[in-house]
């Protein structure tokens, strides 16, 4: 049974150029979470998905950043137009239930923007 | 406003004792706490976890306590060993029931270092 999939591991992009950050969840979770840590932080919500819905979306920046979760295929998190900034690990969760679940991390994807 | 803090950057201690992780939180809608460790370019590993309804949760040489009217939860490792070095992080979720949230809410991290 294979854990959270992440890809690309590492993503190297120009200030200004699209990133594209995909997450397949365990297989048998509907429930996906995305967390950016910057350097030296712990851990900080972006924002939660199920199948073609967004849930809560409290963390997500108000623009150019962007979710979704389809109804096949894994879940990708956009973000248009990057700057400096938006350099940090992306990590992608999923869980079975949606309440007081663990939830289950992937390796993360590294984005460094030039 | 950080509702999860973990006051120790880092903590060493020596092979076979105790290691002792400490986070406090503020927002008494949490009900559910985590801990999860970290390696280096890995994904946070869930390690254990305790409801609200319990003070004590035990899973082989990990123990996390919860003290809700300090707002406080420990993680005890025992015996400690070098390849429990890594990164723990405390995370707490606000209940379904209060109209929390499922999002984790992390705290920055405890490097714990067990020296051989």
Same mark, same amino acid.
């Given at each position: *049974?294979?854990?959270?999939?992440?890809?690309?591991?590492?993503?190297?992009?120009?200030?200004?150029?699209?990133?594209?950050?995909?997450?397949?969840?365990?297989?048998?979770?509907?429930?996906?979470?995305?967390?950016?840590?910057?350097?030296?932080?712990?851990?900080?919500?972006?924002?939660?998905?199920?199948?073609?819905?967004?849930?809560?979306?409290?963390?997500?920046?108000? !623009?150019?950043?962007?979710?979704?979760?389809?109804? !096949?295929?894994?879940?990708?998190?956009?973000?248009?137009?990057?700057?400096?900034?938006?350099?940090?690990?992306?990590?992608?969760?999923?869980?079975?239930?949606?309440? *007081? *679940?663990?939830?289950?991390?992937?390796?993360?994807?590294?984005?460094?923007?030039? | 406003?950080?509702?999860?803090?973990?006051?120790?950057?880092?903590?060493?201690?020596?092979?076979?004792?105790? &290691?002792?992780?400490?986070?406090?939180?503020?927002? /008494?809608?949490?009900?559910?706490?985590?801990?999860?460790?970290?390696?280096?370019?890995?994904?946070?590993?869930?390690?254990? /976890?305790?409801?609200?309804?319990?003070?004590?949760?035990?899973?082989?040489?990990?123990?996390?306590?919860?003290?809700? &009217?300090?707002?406080?939860? &420990?993680?005890?490792?025992?015996? &400690?060993?070098?390849?429990?070095?890594?990164?723990?992080?405390?995370?707490?979720?606000?209940?379904?029931?209060?109209?929390?949230?499922?999002?984790?809410?992390?705290?920055?991290?405890?490097?714990?270092?067990?020296?051989?």
């Amino acid at each position: *049974n294979a854990g959270v999939m992440q890809n690309p591991r590492h993503l190297v992009r120009r200030r200004g150029q699209e990133a594209r950050l995909r997450c397949s969840p365990m297989k048998g979770h509907s429930h996906v979470y995305w967390y950016r840590q910057l350097p030296e932080e712990g851990l900080k919500f972006m924002v939660y998905l199920q199948k073609e819905n967004i849930i809560d979306e409290s963390g997500m920046p108000k !623009e150019r950043f962007s979710a979704e979760f389809p109804k !096949e295929g894994p879940s990708i998190l956009r973000i248009q137009q990057v700057v400096r900034g938006d350099s940090a690990a992306y990590f992608c969760a999923s869980s079975l239930y949606s309440s *007081n *679940n663990e939830q289950f991390f992937g390796p993360g994807t590294r984005l460094t923007v030039l | 406003d950080q509702q999860v803090k973990q006051n120790s950057p880092s903590l060493s201690v020596q092979e076979g004792r105790i &290691s002792i992780l400490n986070c406090d939180y503020t927002n /008494s809608m949490f009900d559910y706490f985590l801990w999860y460790k970290k390696y280096p370019a890995e994904g946070p590993t869930f390690l254990i /976890s305790i409801s609200s309804i319990k003070d004590k949760n035990e899973d082989g040489r990990f123990t996390v306590f919860l003290n809700k &009217s300090a707002k406080h939860l &420990s993680l005890h490792i025992v015996p &400690s060993q070098p390849g429990d070095s890594a990164v723990y992080f405390c995370a707490a979720v606000g209940g379904m029931r209060t109209g929390g949230s499922e999002k984790l809410v992390f705290g920055k991290g405890t490097k714990l270092t067990v020296n051989p």
